[in-house]
């Protein structure tokens, strides 16, 4: 059973910095790419960034040059530094990974969520 688990969420002043992680454990045979969403209230989750197992990183319009996404391939993690925080990024902040498990029909998996609260 694969499992995503992400920790480091909070409140935080406007401007300040979290840094969220998230791992995934079970038995996974591939990580093809881990990413981080958030869903605010009274709206629909949306993409922040992801990584692929080569590298790449991909972001939103709107993080760019304040979030910064990395993994740790050998340990299954993903992290998202968030720097210069703003009231808009308040939401719940979701891991997902694009892997090959032991289910072969399935290859997207969700973590719970992390609060993440930017006060102005």
């Known amino acids: 059973q694969v499992r995503l688990v992400e920790s480091g969420g909070g409140l935080v002043q406007a401007g300040g910095s979290l840094n969220l992680s998230c791992v995934a454990s079970g038995t996974i045979f591939r990580i093809n790419s881990m990413g981080w969403y958030r869903q605010a209230p009274g709206k629909e989750r949306e993409l922040v960034a992801d990584i692929t197992s080569g590298g790449s990183t991909n972001y939103a319009d709107s993080v760019k040059g304040r979030f910064t996404i990395s993994g740790a391939n050998a340990k299954n993690t993903v992290y998202l530094q968030m720097n210069n925080l703003k009231p808009e990024d308040t939401a719940v902040y979701y891991c997902?990974?694009?892997?090959?498990?032991?289910?072969?029909?399935?290859?997207?998996?969700w973590g719970q969520g992390t609060q993440v609260t930017v006060s102005s």
């Open positions: 997902n990974a694009d892997l090959l498990g032991t289910n072969p029909r399935r290859n997207h998996y």
